[in-house]
């Protein structure tokens, strides 16, 4: 990845404003991470990422349900993946100096969750804007 690690970028705009969104707001609680901090703000933001990112999976799942995704129950199963590594970090991160957890969001956002959005998600695009399109009245009717 060329990237520097959770930093945003345009190319993660689908024009689906409530998935880009949550999306931009995952990558900004990761980039709290940098710099200095003390136990409790990063364990406190460490568990609010974690809420978030159940958050944003819960509805992007009803979005794809909405729309008759027909690859939703794979997708889900990618995401419950991604809770299980941010459980694990949770469990681990007692144990952990501050670098070492940041070392470890670095890598679920800018490298598991990147690469999510960019493959996975990315699949998912023409069928959600389709459907929003036509519920706004905005695809030409048959």
């Known amino acids: 990845m060329n990237e520097p690690l959770s930093d ?3 190319r993660l705009l689908f024009g689906i404003d409530l998935i880009d969104a949550q999306h931009k707001q995952l990558f900004d609680l990761a ?3 940098e ?3 003390d136990d409790i703000r990063v364990m406190k933001t460490l568990a609010s990422l974690s809420t978030y990112v159940v958050q944003h999976f819960r509805e992007e799942e009803a979005l794809l349900e909405l729309c008759g995704y027909p690859k939703l129950e794979a997708h889900r199963e990618l995401h419950r993946r991604f809770r ?3 459980v694990a970090l949770l469990e681990d991160a007692r144990q952990m100096t501050l670098d ?3 070392a470890r969001v670095h890598y679920l956002i800018n490298g ?3 690469d999510h959005i960019m493959v ?3 699949d998912y695009v023409p ?3 389709a459907h929003l399109a036509a519920a706004a009245g905005e695809a030409p009717a048959d």
């Open 100 to 102: 070492e957890i940041a």
């Open 127 to 129: 069928l959600v804007r």
């Open 120 to 122: 996975a998600d990315l």
């Open 31 to 33: 980039a709290t991470f």
């Open 84 to 86: 299980t590594m941010i």
């Open 112 to 114: 598991w969750f990147y």
């Open 35 to 37: 710099g200095n901090g």
């Open 8 to 10: 945003w970028s345009e």
